[in-house]
């Protein structure tokens, strides 16, 4: 059975950072392509950064770039992001999904809240 949960999300003030994690169980990370999304109430789901299998690019939302790093620790089968210098507009649910030949998973999310 395949599983990816992400943690890492919480309440915190603009400028502040937050590592997310996704961690997965029942298949290797590293043979998947790993995209961030996010969705903010009212909003349609959108990616933010993802890494292709084999780690291979990296590819950010204009919005992200410069602030987000999307990165693997193969041993741990976990992808990261990175988010510093958050925004308000950052405020979203997170979610990782790991996708190979048409086959896709998705993990439950985690709220990220940033304050003004």
């Known amino acids: 059975q395949v599983q990816l949960v992400e943690s890492g999300g919480g309440l915190v003030k603009s400028g502040d950072s937050l590592r997310l994690s996704c961690a997965a169980s029942?298949?290797?990370?590293?043979?998947?392509?790993v995209t961030w999304f996010r969705q903010a109430p009212g909003k349609e789901r959108e990616g933010v950064a993802c890494v292709s299998g084999g780690d291979g690019p990296t590819h950010y939302r204009d919005a992200v770039k410069g602030r987000f790093t999307i990165s693997r620790d193969n041993a741990k089968n976990t992808v990261y992001l990175q988010m510093n210098s958050l925004k308000p507009e950052d405020t979203a649910v997170y979610y990782c999904?790991?996708?190979?030949?048409?086959?896709?998973?998705w993990g439950q999310g985690t709220q990220v809240t940033v304050s003004s």
């Open positions: 029942g298949v290797t990370l590293a043979n998947y392509g």
């Open positions: 999904n790991a996708h190979r030949w048409g086959v896709e998973y």
